[in-house]
């Protein structure tokens, strides 16, 4: 259902994504996925996730989901509502949606239960070592003070980086790695796969880009690049 | 946009409301409605907001919304992409997804902003005068203890409603009273409307019906019946 | 208990307030009630409490208290134990510990049952509204986005005091009425009671001071003076 | 600093803790330990870690504590505070006190910073294996639903025990285990450290016990029994 390297990009709920500039922002995404053989997920605001689910070939993803089962949780988004709207999984724990540990594990077992994949956020070398030891299928280390700035984790922190990949290696391989903040350009997508990632997570660079498409296939090409290079 | 005697019909996130059965939850609604010239509203679990907007002509009320403008708040269900939704409004500090007092008075003034219509839940005598203070447009007393329970607050604990009624009547004559909690049958909802309330909040008693049509039929009747009576 | 006007200190937990040095805060504030017979009261951090109530005559409240009853709440802060400790009441909705509003609710009548007294913090006009309409003993409006600036919401938002007394005068008018967030010097208390206030909330600018006493005595002066000059 | 086996006694926020009460429970906890030369510590309400410190010389913990550094955090409890009550550590996460994983990892950090002992709760094998990847020095697994139920966790889910001792083992061997939920008697201390715990972790059967004394020195007596014989 993924393919690597993998470029995810967070829409959050920011002006641009909403309504119709979403659903085109989900079409570009595609078409570069297409054009360059690279993976490309999005994750639109949960209320547009059915709409580009059924826009989209490429995977969807939800920004957050709750550790309820169905039942008399108003307000909650479950694991079943984002499923039945094509979602194939869901960020969890983002630096800006945190979780408690145990509702952490909760989901992860409720979304595999449900056959979707859990891309679980973290944010240091030590919650990437205890996210490992959940079993994500993702793991994305982002670094909150980065977001937004520009500045490049991949760049800025490479110890980071490397810290996350090489716990993740150690406590469960088949975790596939990604990782995000400040990621703007090429070069720091090339920067994040030449430090043993599979790919990024990123989100303004992307969505408030005068040209989205361009600079999405600028990432792509790079990412490309760097990942066969790393061979 | 809406009209009174309002019956409105929290979805929450229950397995009976998921994909298609949902749409067929929201018609039934829209069909009663249609037929007895009762208002009648629905709410949603917020991936399906809009597929229901686009189904029916009642009008469509978000469960929770988040205080967070347009932005980097990954994960939030904010008010805009609940309007882009067609979303007439939004319930506001429902017992299963409570809030702090100042999230609910942003909320409240960010979705008045939008043109929505905040839906405001309370708990008590105490918390419906605090409530009533912000100015919701509508607002709903639900003792928590009596949810789901098939005991309706109407007849277990009229006081509370006579309460309620009292105090926001008092505090803002202009906004909406319903109540909430227990109200399964016809009856209950014409004890409600005799109270003093314009109408009635309820879930399972609708979602879990064997035949959830019948069922809101008589509450629709009822509800006409004992509103001709009040004037 | 309480006389005003009424300078309330919270000590937060500020490093120049754990152990001896807080002790001492705690008794150069009863020097200056007892020198210029104006209330003052301090809220110390929560493992202080029962040695600074032991400590001084002046009234101390906790900077926060959860709802629950006694009973099975792992670290939690309960009504119970605060007034074990000497405590005469409890700061409650902090903006930096914001609380739900049914939790509200629960927490000023707990407090009331057992003989405490409830001071309510809230950061605009709206929820001042909505707080006075639960009767704390006392309420003070802080905009949150002034504290610790040093600029005196009496003097850069005296429209927001104005408007916060007069709500509560109208919801409640035995609510006692303080205001905070960038209180720094004499004339930002008399401004404040100017305004109609019986005084005010301040932290940084008492607890950071060079010379604390001094400052809290040319604030009591001016309290007094101001006080005075309104009867 | 501790010594094992180690029973650690949560006084939760129960009634029969606060004040005097809750001096003379650690003082039996206290004598327990001297007589069977057991490890017993006590985490009482955070309002009575200093009198509860300077009264007894067995080790005291805290029942939570904030992630916060020293600062503007009103109505926090941070590690400055209960370090300077004579805290030797810090219960985190207590299934009544749950904490988002990136301020788990945070406060363990803090603690250790501090010369702290973190006690990490967890519910599960799964987060058992990710609290064990952040390296508290104590970790205690207690599932939730047998909290305060007098079925032990070592009698009623072994499996769990085991599991959880074996994936400390592997991801951390340095780190203490402990169990809890449900004890309340020297058998099911035996059986928790037959499992390869070294103690236990209980609140409601010392603290509501009509004679605490006599039950804790029941439970010493097992725990040194099946310690000797585990050896």
Not at 82 to 102: D, P, Q, T, W, Y
Not at 112 to 123: R, Y
Not at 187 to 200: C, N
Request: net charge negative.
């Amino acid at each position: 259902m993924l393919s690597f390297p993998l470029i995810v990009l967070n829409f959050k709920v920011y002006p641009e994504v909403i309504g119709e500039n979403g659903i085109r922002l989900a079409k570009y995404a595609e078409e570069v996925a297409n054009e360059y053989g690279v993976g490309v997920a999005v994750a639109p605001p949960v209320t547009m996730l059915s709409r580009i689910a059924n826009s989209v070939s490429i995977p969807v993803f939800a920004q957050h989901v709750d550790p309820h089962p169905p039942g008399s949780w108003t307000g909650s988004i479950i694991v079943e509502i984002i499923k039945e709207c094509g979602a194939v999984g869901s960020i969890v724990n983002h630096s800006e949606k945190r979780v408690f540990l145990a509702d952490i594990s909760t989901i992860i077992k409720r979304l595999k239960e449900n056959g979707l994949i859990p891309l679980l956020c973290t944010d240091t070398v030590e919650t990437t070592r205890a996210g490992a030891a959940l079993y994500p299928d993702i793991l994305a280390i982002e670094p909150p003070e980065l977001i937004g700035t520009g500045i490049p984790v991949s760049k800025a922190k490479p110890e980071i980086v490397v810290g996350a990949v090489d716990v993740v290696r150690k406590i469960n391989p088949s975790t596939h790695i990604l990782c995000g903040a400040g990621i703007s350009a090429g070069e720091d997508v090339a920067k994040a796969i030449e430090l043993g990632t599979e790919g990024v997570l990123l989100s303004s660079a992307y969505v408030k880009a005068r040209d989205p498409k361009a600079i999405l296939s600028s990432m792509a090409e790079s990412a490309i690049k760097a990942w066969e290079r790393n061979r």
